[in-house]
């Protein structure tokens, strides 16, 4: 497809599990985000991607995640020992902005469905 | 650093009546504002935004905001609720790194519920 998308669309862990969620951006965009949508609340920042680069990870709650993108496309959001406060929607964008200021700002994010994941 | 605060958790409006949900935010630089849509179990659309220029944006599916800078507002209309609105709304600002290269990270609001009855 043309889109955005990301599996596993839905996650159950138990607390203590290692879990990795993956993102597959619309081919040919550089720019590529990580979100993290508790229930009832609006996506939060949690990493960004020029290409392979990753350039903020200011947004990512501990070190028990880690994101990557090795070859500029695929991205995987890894959450080592979940704990419950994890139970959330991690929500995957791209953009084609190469991430110059100015009329990179304006670049639509296309957002993925999204993963939900629950740690029991 | 940046904020979006949307007035009204849930808003509730009868079929063919005028839509108005709120999002004011804070920036200490003219920002670029968006509203996506969110149905069930689906990712976010973008419905509209602003950059510069013509302060009325007119988006998709009959939707338009007026970024007013003296307000801080950027509210979201629409003259005829449909029941296909029914749906999780939410403003966005871009970020504003005035320390080096801004790449467009997104701030939400914590998203408005739009029930529509027939």
């Known amino acids: 497809g043309a889109g955005v998308s990301q599996s596993p669309r839905y996650k159950v862990a138990k607390r203590g599990q290692d879990v990795a969620l993956r993102c597959d951006p619309i081919?040919?965009?550089?720019?590529l985000f990580w979100y993290q949508q508790a229930l009832g609340q609006g996506p939060e920042f949690l990493t960004y991607f020029q290409n392979e680069a990753q350039l903020d990870k200011s947004g990512l709650p501990s070190d028990r995640f880690f994101a990557e993108r090795p070859e500029g496309s695929v991205s995987t959001l890894k959450i080592q020992r979940t704990q419950q406060e994890d139970s959330a929607v991690y929500l995957c964008a791209s953009s084609f902005s190469s991430g110059t200021s100015g009329a990179g700002l304006s670049y639509e994010q296309y957002f993925g469905p999204g993963t939900r994941l629950t740690v029991t | 650093a940046q904020s979006v605060t949307q007035l009204g958790s849930h808003v509730s409006v009868s079929e063919g009546a005028l839509v108005l949900l709120r999002c004011n935010y804070s920036?200490?630089?003219?920002?670029?504002l968006f509203w996506y849509v969110q149905y069930p179990n689906q990712g976010l659309q973008l419905l509209l935004k602003y950059t510069t220029g013509a302060t009325l944006v007119k988006g998709i599916n009959g939707f338009e905001a007026e970024f007013k800078k003296s307000e801080t507002s950027f509210h979201l209309t629409k003259p005829s609720a449909h029941m296909s609105d029914a749906a999780e709304y939410f403003c966005a600002v871009s970020d504003d790194n005035a320390g080096g290269t801004s790449y467009g990270k997104l701030t939400f609001g914590q998203g408005t519920i739009l029930t529509v009855h027939p």
């Open positions: 920036s200490s630089v003219p920002p670029y």
């Open positions: 081919s040919g965009h550089v720019s």
